[in-house]
């Protein structure tokens, strides 16, 4: 998995920026052969109800993912999954989360713990029925480019 500099920055602010509530984006870019290329971040609202349990939940608005599968197809781009933050707990998909993917796809966590040494991961997620065994392993998160200098943020 690929994933550049200015993703990173615009996936870390989306998520983070729904707190305490669990934000969400999805992931857009090519695959190539086994490696996956994120190009874009898809902000998203999470729309799980009741929204007082946004804060372990989310669900993805589905005006907004059908807004970008349209944007995507007319580019020549993917839907390679989702990005979601966990606010009190680690970097690891939940039963939930995995129960609740539409598999094959690829599954990006923040963490909103401050001492997570691993706050950001990502995850291929298999078809669900391959549910309940144990959570597959993390992907490494190579970035395209160091970051370096200003990116006009």
Do not use: Y
């Not at 994933?3 to 509530?21: D, F, K, M, Q, Y």
């Amino acid at each position: 998995m690929l994933l550049s500099g200015h993703c990173l920055i615009v996936l870390e602010r989306t998520v983070l920026a729904a707190s305490p509530a669990e934000g969400c984006a999805l992931l857009i870019g090519r695959r190539h052969a086994e490696a996956l290329w994120v190009q874009r971040i898809w902000p998203c609202c999470n729309r799980w109800e009741p929204a007082s349990e946004r804060q372990r939940h989310f669900q993805l608005d589905p005006r907004e993912q059908l807004l970008a599968q349209r944007w995507v197809r007319e580019r020549g781009l993917q839907v390679l999954g989702a990005a979601h933050s966990h606010p009190s707990s680690p970097a690891v998909p939940s039963l939930s989360d995995r129960e609740r993917s539409l598999g094959p796809t690829l599954l990006l966590i923040r963490s909103g713990l401050t001492d997570d040494p691993h706050p950001l991961r990502a995850w291929w997620l298999p078809e669900p029925a391959a549910l309940p065994g144990p959570a597959p392993e993390a992907l490494p998160l190579p970035l395209e480019a160091p970051l370096t200098g200003d990116l006009g943020e």
